[in-house]
Every structure is written in C-alpha cells, then in structure tokens.
C-alpha cells in the first residue's frame, strides 16, 4: 500500500472518503458541462411545440450567436463589465487593508465598515442602491450635483450609464471582501524586512513597490481568480437594478443565459451561451494564474 | 486489521447516508405530493359541512391560481377574499394563489414550473397578448367546451367589452376570459392645470405646451416635471402615441407589424420633442413603473403616463383633484388609448378535476359583482358591462367619476401588440424604442432596423 | 530634527486617520440611509432634498413590510438551507481533505483536478444544465433543490487539504504509533489544529448561501421552499410598493439583518477567523 504520511485504515478508504465529493462534483459539475456541450448543438425550444424535441443542428447556434448584435453586446458588456470591477476593487481593497492594518484610532470600526457589504445579500445592497440611483433625489445624484455634477443622472435607465451603474454596485460590494484577503497578507509579512528596509532609508512608496507588493503576489493571485469568477457569476444587482437594460446596455453573459433559457425558453442556444461562458471563465482563470507565474519568474528567474 | 474494516465500512454508510439523507427530511413537506396532505387539514372541516349544503358532494380538488401584480394595489389581499368567498361557495375546492412578480416574471415562473415537471398551476392571470405563445407552447385548453354548457352563453360572451375580448380568440376558440384589464391613460394633476389656467391638452401640441407650462425649475434643476413617462412596458405605453399619430404599430392579422410606418416615427419623435422640444419631461428612458404613481401622487410631476389599474394606488396617496383622461393625438381634438391587462387562462397539465375546478373559478370570478368589486378596489376597468349597473359600482361612480372616465377612454383604444412569437417580437421592438429614446439613433434608423428584426422573427409564422 | 519627525509622524498620522474614516463613512452611507429611511413615517414619502428623516421614528414599515410578505417563513428556509448545505460540506470536505492530504492513491491527482474544476466553472454558470438534472432527481420547489449542488465543495476540499497537509508529521506519527484508527487520527490529530480553517470555511459558507439569490429563484415557485431573497425581490414586484422607500428599506433590512447582526456580535472572530485560516 502506498501511502504518503501514514498508512492507516484499507486501500480502498481513500476512494471511498472523497467518494461523496466526488459524486456531488460529478452530478452538479461534471456532468452538466458535458450535457452543455452536447446540447448546444441541438434545436430546441421549450415554448413552440414542435421545436420541443431536440433536432441535430450542428454548429448553428454558436453561428447564430456571433451573428446577433445583441449577444455581441452582451459579450462587450461582460468584457467592460470584469475589466472595469475587478482591478479597481482589487486597488481599492488593497488600500483598505493597508489602511486598516495601520495602528490608527477606530481602525476596528472602520474595518467594519468596510467589510460590512460582504455580508449583505446582493439583492439587498442592489434595492438600497436603486435609491441611491434614483434620478433627481437620489442621494448619489445629489452628492454628484453637491460636486458640481451636472451631467446626466439615470444610473439605470440610461443606456451609457446603466453598465456604469450596476458596476458601482459590485464595486462598493465586493471591495470590502477582498480587503480581508490582503489584510490577512499583510499581518502574515516578516516585520524584519521592514525594519530593514527603513534603516536603509526607503521611504513608503519604495517599500510599497519593492517589498509589499511582490511578497503579497499571491495574495494578489488568489483574489483576482475569485474576483474574476466573482464577476462572471453575481447578476443578483443587475435583476434588481435594470434587468439587463435599456436596450440591453447592462446586460452580461450570465444574465443574457438566465433570460435566454428561462423567459425565451431556448434550451439549445442557452446551452451554447454556457458554453462559451464556461470557455470564457476558463480563459480568464488561467491566463490569470500564468501571467502571475510568468511575473513571479521574471521577478525571481 | 478485518475488525477495523468492518468498522470502516460502517462508518462510511453512515457518512453517506447521513450526506444523503439528512436534508431530505426537512425538505420533505415542500414537495409537491406533501403539499396536498398538508392541506388536508383546512379542507377537512368545511368537507364534513359539505353535504349539508351542497347536492353533490364532490372529491376535494386543490387548483393552484397564479397571478401578477402589475399595479399599486393590493392586489394579494383581494384575491385572498375572493378565493375564501368561492371557497365557502365550493367547499370541496381549495385554491392556492401564487404570487410571482409582474406579468413577464409570472409568465415566466409558470413556464420554469412546467419545465421544471412541478404541477402546473390550473388556472392563472396572463397578459391578454400572451394567447399565441401559450397556443404555440401547447400550454391551455380551450374554454368553449366550458362556454357551450352554459346556457345563457352568449349573453355572457356579449357582456364583456368587445375591447377586452379581441385577444381571446385563435382558429375559431375562445381561449381566454379578460379579468383585470385596463387602458393606457393620462393622469394630470387637475389642481395645477387650475392654477395655471389650463385646459386638459386636446392635442399632441397643447399636451407640450401644457407640460412645459407646468415644468418648474430651480435654477438649472427641475423640481416638478410637466411629464413623466415611465419606462415599463415601452411598447404599450408607446402605442397609443402612434395610433394617435395615424398608424397603430400592429396590424389586424397575427404576423403584421407596421414599426418603420412614417407616423409610427413621428410617434417617436413626438416624444423625444416632449423632452427636447418643450423640455418638459426626463430625457430618454425614465424612471421604473412603479415609480411614476408616487412621483405623481406626491407632486413631483405634474402629469403621468399609466395604466389606469394604478387608479386607486394614485387616489388614496394623492391630496389633489387627479385628472383621468385618454392621451391626446396629432391633431386636435383625437384621442387615443390602448386596452391592456391580464386575461384568465386554465392550463392543459392539470387534471380534468383541476380544470373543472378552475372554470368554476373563473365564471366565479368574472360574475358582474366581482368584476365590479375589483374595479372599485383595484381601479381597473370591469370586464363586464353590467358591472357598473351594480349597486356597488353605481355609488362608487358618484363617489369616484375618474371610474367612469377610465371606461369612456375605451371608445379611443386600439389593438394592443399580439402576434405570434410575441416575446421575441416586443423583445426587439423595445430594444429599438429605447435606442431612439436615448438618442442612440434617429428615429427612423430606429424603426427600420426593428421591423427588418420583426420581420425575420415572424417568418416562420406567416 | 528628532521632533519634526515625530512632528510629521503624527501628522500623517492624522491623515491616514482622516482618510481612513473619510472611506469608511462613504462606506456605510448605504446601510446607514437604509437604516433611517426605513423608520420613516409611512406616509411622509422621500422627496428631493428630504431624504434622511421624518418627522417621527416609526417602526410601521416593518409591521406593513412583515404583513405583506411571509418572511418568517423566507427565514425559516433560509435558515434550513444555509444549515442543510453546511453540515453536508462539512462531511465531504472534512473526509475527502482529510483522503487527499493523509494518502497517497491511484488516480489522486486526476480526482483532485476532476473536484477542483468546480473552482473553475461556478455551478452558477452551469443553471441550465442543472436545471434539467433538478428536474430527472424530481426536487424541483423544494430546499433540498436550492441545496444539493452545493454539497461537494472544492474550494472546502482544497482548503481542508491544504490545513491538514499543514499537520506536522511527526504528529500523524505519534498518532500511528497510539495505534489510531483513521478516524480516530482524523478526529484526534489532524482536525484540531485545523479548527480555524474549518470555521472560516463555515462563515464563507454560511455568508455566500444565505445571499445566494439566482437559483432559488429559478427552482422555486411557491413561498413554501423560498428564501429571504427570492422573497425579498418578489416583494419588491409588488405593485403597490412602487418607491416607497421606507417600505423597501424596512424589507431590506429584514433579509439582511440576522446575518448582519451575527456578524456584529461575532466580528472580532470572524474577521480573525479568516486571518488566520488558509484564506490567503
């Protein structure tokens, strides 16, 4: 029997110990990819009677897809949408933590205030922030104006602002989450090589740029890979906020997936829009985790 | 060595039963054969008081009744009374109301549960346009075979407005019975039109006029808007505006759409003048539906486009005399409006029980005193033209004139957009809309892109 | 020059300060508004340059919000879900870390990425395919529905991993040598240094269940199996809210507040929890 750290209980224990895993990952991961793919190459509509049986179309829907403005929309939404709420609550969170790691007055109220979001639902923090929102009254608007803002006000209802929006939202919601991540970074790093780095006198940003920073790469990793997939998978904001619209404007994938399948009750095409976002996620992840490597090689190599 | 084995094994089963088994039994009474039994308790009683009153002791049936609320109103509380009246009427039938949203989220939670193999409701309120997708879903029964056993069937197919009707029949079937219908209408605050010496506009140039009158700024901000026209339902609110303008957008035949007609465009740019011409309504697309009734009950705005189901909503919140009255057309003196509202349907997977009991409920539900119950408590218009020859509705008019008003608007109204792949069909023309409220593009770029869209979508159906 | 430096310590000082809490409150602008809109006076209706307080403080928002809605029953749900997803995640990660970190086996590796490709495809993006498998397990509106993807965990398998690999050996050791069964070596030895893991895990879990809201609301259709935030958008389609914001705030509130409250009470060990667990 080869075992790595001790060789207690029977051969087949391990097998059977991450058996259940196994089998929920299998029903509610595995499985429904493979189903997505092979149903994405099927006609059916659940809506019109004689479209309810799957019928063999090949490629078509994926053709249809990149031949519908409106999915490409989506997909350039989705693209603004990751690219625009990821790096900057990435900064913002980092911020935050180094912010609260220092020793100031009431860093544990503030703390607080920060992560206090996470905890609230999605659906919650979106139907506080269809006030703030709100055209005229509403108290961002006001805030905007109080600035000398006077540009154009309907953060859900108009099409160059509701992306805008709906990003705020995720932004404001999510920062204080990844905070927590860096925090934990941050009180993990060696004070010696602070200290020392001090009495060779290098001042905050040198400190920032030369040790910080690299010694919290993986920190950095971690969170922008939940981050990433964070952003692909909440559209809680979007379905109270804007349902996607005007015109579209605030749609991304996973909505345009939920209202494909459910309201047009298109299973094929809904299945080649999983699809593609499955491949999307996995581009994201992965060029992710190796740019990464590839900056931690040239760093060290 | 074996005796740790057994154990192993043991414990094992253990774990996977328990990961198994455990969140079965409090998910138990959810499932959807539990539900029946857990009624049976509330039916037991009035099943014993059953006989006494009732010839034919029929088999307990329970029928689901799905709904929307579409309007400010409280809606859920009346159907419950109505249910608890049809239920002392019928003491072997139980309904259960679902609540699911508005109309779009109710239609589609209806077809998720269908999808989803959940017994589907017996009965529910949907869209009056919705009838060919429900057709082309396979979705109802026809109702004719329910209609041929009355006797006095034709009197009772007369009595609804002809207006409200117009979306229930498909290949010689009637296959839906109006319930909660409204129009679209103007409400203005008649107060302010007082004040300001105004008449109530007859006209799409006297309705600017008077909305730009009536707009009050703060230096460079608005503080009272002439107008709002909320951004719900685009293509209903929109509808009248085109009729008004010469061309509706919708044809009499399932497969026609007249999106790209020059008056459907000046309808367009009508609006879009309402904001840049006049400068007395938010530029592009508006605030939410629900919304504008409070905006507008609380002084914000001095005139709303809405459905006139938001009446009493608006009555009871607003401190002003409200004005109820169809939206004025190009020329003057031409009105216009467009019937609208939530039809009554009964669904092909119930049983034959279920269905029999959904008729019950439906004849229940649409008899002249309910109709008109409803139309007092709610403010949309009674199905049924003897609704106002009831008591009820006879004092409430006196009380409440805007109820008559609401009714009169329907002699303006045009057919409502209902054609075949409905969903798709309005899917594109609201995205359109939108980009030309939003100045995204011209008008008519606009209408023509969705009728070429509109077009493509209805082929297979011509 | 000793003291100017102290002098422009302090200073920054009391500028990180400044700043710091300058965030915070744009931070808690939000909540703090929700907090007072929804004691509000339901008749007094939130309007331009009005839109921190009534007149009076009233709790009728919440009395008319708790009649329109059943949300005792949302929070029953939602309690049972939450709890039926966490003590099934906290069998499989324990067994099936426990299975990755203390043998070695045939086939490990491609059974470790076979679980692990669910950190890569969120079972969020897989509501279509998942929908179908609801339907042919025949749980459609039910909890055990909302549940049951969740179960197995990769995110909790790796983490438990990586906490139990973490054990020192000479411990794993010492145990063999007692003569310790394999769940008596689990229990014993590898579980209690990894208690922290393991709560952070919980917490994660418990937040992101209880505010989970897509698909609840795609395999419900009766109040009897939703939760609070499924509900809670369904109430907020009603129509006779329109923007009454007292009202919406007040139901807002209610769905986030028992995990809010908790995380108040528990801040300190929740924020430390994840600190010190292999959350970083």
């Known amino acids: 029997m080869t075992t790595r750290r001790s060789s207690v209980g029977v051969k087949a224990l391990p097998y059977f110990l991450i058996l259940p895993t196994l089998a929920f990952v299998s029903l509610f991961t595995i499985w429904p990819t493979l189903n997505a793919i092979y149903l994405s190459f099927f006609k059916q509509r659940l809506n019109i009677a004689r479209f309810r049986e799957p019928t063999f179309i090949g490629w078509e829907n994926y053709i249809n897809l990149f031949h519908d403005p409106t999915f490409l929309k989506v997909l350039k939404n989705t693209l603004i949408y990751v690219v625009g709420t990821v790096p900057l609550s990435i900064v913002v969170a980092f911020l935050m933590a180094w912010l609260v790691n220092q020793p100031l007055r009431g860093r544990g109220w503030t703390r607080l205030f920060f992560f206090h979001p996470t905890v609230l639902p999605m659906v919650s923090a979106a139907t506080i922030w269809m006030f703030f929102l709100t055209p005229d009254y509403g108290l961002f608007n006001t805030t905007l104006a109080w600035l000398g803002y006077h540009g154009p006000q309907n953060w859900t209802g108009n099409p160059n602002l509701a992306l805008f929006g709906v990003m705020l939202v995720a932004f404001w919601k999510n920062a204080g989450y990844y905070m927590i991540f860096y925090l934990a970074g941050l009180q993990n790093l060696p004070h010696e090589v602070f200290e020392a780095a001090q009495l060779d006198g290098a001042n905050l940003l040198q400190q920032l740029r030369y040790i910080t920073f690299p010694l919290l790469r993986r920190t950095t990793l971690f969170v922008s890979t939940i981050a990433f997939i964070g952003a692909f998978q909440t559209i809680d904001h979007i379905f109270v906020l804007t349902q996607g619209g005007p015109s579209n404007a605030s749609n991304v994938l996973l909505y345009y997936l939920w209202q494909i399948r459910f309201e047009n009750q298109d299973v094929g095409r809904a299945s080649a829009v999983t699809v593609i976002l499955i491949l999307v996620l996995l581009v994201f992840t992965v060029s992710n985790v190796w740019l990464s490597e590839r900056r931690e090689e040239s760093q060290y190599g | 060595m074996s005796k740790k084995q057994v154990f192993a094994i043991l414990m094992l089963t253990l774990a996977l039963v328990i990961s198994a088994c455990a969140p079965n039994t409090p998910a138990e009474p959810t499932q959807p054969a539990q539900q029946e039994e857990t009624q049976a308790p509330e039916t037991a009683p009035s099943e014993e008081a059953a006989p ?411 | 020059m000793a003291k100017r430096t102290w002098n422009r310590r302090a200073l920054g000082q009391t500028t990180l300060t400044l700043l710091t809490w300058a965030l915070g409150l744009l931070w808690i602008v939000p909540l703090l508004w929700a907090i007072t809109a929804s004691l509000r006076p339901l008749n007094e209706p939130i309007q331009r340059g009005d839109v921190w307080f009534g007149t009076t403080l009233s709790i009728e928002s919440y009395t008319k919000a708790l009649s329109l809605a059943p949300f005792g029953l949302y929070f029953k749900n939602t309690v049972i879900i939450v709890l039926m997803i966490l003590g099934v995640q906290l069998i499989t990660i324990t067994l099936a870390g426990f299975a990755f970190a203390n043998y070695r086996f045939r086939g490990q590796k491609v059974f470790l990425f076979l679980i692990l490709l669910q950190l890569m495809i969120p079972t969020a993006a897989l509501l279509v395919p998942n929908f179908a498998t609801i339907r042919w397990l025949n749980l459609y509106d039910t909890r055990l529905a909302i549940a049951i993807p969740y179960f197995g965990s990769a995110f909790g398998t790796f983490l438990m991993r990586q906490a139990f690999l973490e054990v020192p050996q000479d411990l794993v050791d010492a145990g063999v040598l007692d003569g310790c069964s394999w769940w008596q070596l689990l229990w014993h030895v590898y579980l209690p240094p990894s208690i922290p893991t393991l709560t952070a895990f919980m917490l994660s879990s418990v937040a992101w269940h209880w505010n989970e809201f897509l698909w609840p609301l795609i395999v419900t259709k009766s109040d009897a199996a939703r939760p609070l935030t499924a509900g809670l958008v369904r109430f907020t389609q009603l129509g006779e809210i329109g923007a009454q914001w007292s009202l919406l705030s007040a139901a807002t509130l209610l769905v986030a507040a028992p995990l809010l409250v908790v995380f108040l009470i528990f801040q300190r060990r929740f924020i430390e929890s994840f600190l010190h667990s292999g959350l970083k």
């Open chain 2, 52 to 462: 006494a009153e009732t010839e034919a002791p029929a088999e307990p049936v329970t029928i689901q009744f799905f709904y929307p609320v579409a309007v400010d109103a409280p809606i859920a509380d009346i159907i419950k009374g109505y249910i608890a009246d049809f239920e002392a009427e019928n003491p072997n039938i139980t309904v259960e109301p679902v609540f699911s949203g508005g109309y779009g989220d109710t239609y589609t939670a209806i077809m998720t549960a269908i999808d989803g193999g959940a017994e589907p409701p017996a009965v529910a309120v949907l869209l009056g346009t919705a009838l060919y997708d429900l057709i082309n879903a396979d979705a109802i029964i026809p109702l004719d075979a329910y209609l041929d056993q009355m006797p006095d069937k034709d009197a009772y197919l007369n009595d609804f407005f002809p207006a409200f009707l117009e979306n229930s029949t498909y290949d010689g079937s009637i296959w839906s019975l109006p319930f909660q219908r409204s129009t679209v209408v103007l409400y203005y605050n008649a107060d302010l039109f007082r004040e300001a010496g105004l008449e109530p506009p007859n006209s799409w140039q006297s309705w600017g006029e008077a909305a730009q009158a009536l707009t009050v700024k703060d230096g460079d901000t608005v503080t009272r808007w002439g107008l709002e026209y909320p951004s719900g339902w685009p293509y209903w609110l929109f509808q009248p505006l085109a009729i008004g303008s010469g061309q509706n957008i919708v044809g009499e035949s399932d497969t026609e759409v007249y999106f790209d007609h020059p008056d459907v465009i000046e309808a367009v740019q009508f609006y879009i003048d309402l904001s840049h011409v006049y400068g007395a309504m938010p530029e592009g697309v508006q605030g939410v539906w629900g919304q504008a009734p409070t905006d507008f009950a609380s002084g914000q705005t001095a005139m709303i486009v809405h459905s006139s189901g938001s009446l009493r909503g608006i009555l009871e919140q607003a401190d002003f005399e409200v004005g109820v009255m169809p939206l004025p057309g190009q020329e003057p003196d031409t009105y216009a409006s467009v019937p609208g509202g939530g039809n009554l349907y009964i669904f092909k997977g119930a049983s034959p029980e279920q269905q029999d009991a959904a008729w019950k409920f439906i004849e229940f539900l649409t008899r002249p005193e309910y109709a008109a119950d409803f139309s007092i408590q709610t403010g949309y218009i009674a199905s049924r033209q003897s609704a106002y020859e009831t008591e009820a509705m006879q004092a409430y008019v006196q009380e409440v004139p805007q109820a008559l008003a609401t009714r009169d608007i329907l002699q303006y109204a045009g057919r409502e957009l209902s054609v075949q792949n409905l969903g798709e069909v309005r899917n594109i023309f609201h995205n359109y809309l939108q980009q030309a409220y939003n100045g995204e593009m011209t008008p008519e770029e606009a209408m023509a892109a969705a009728q070429q869209e509109a077009d493509a979508a209805l082929a297979d159906f011509r």
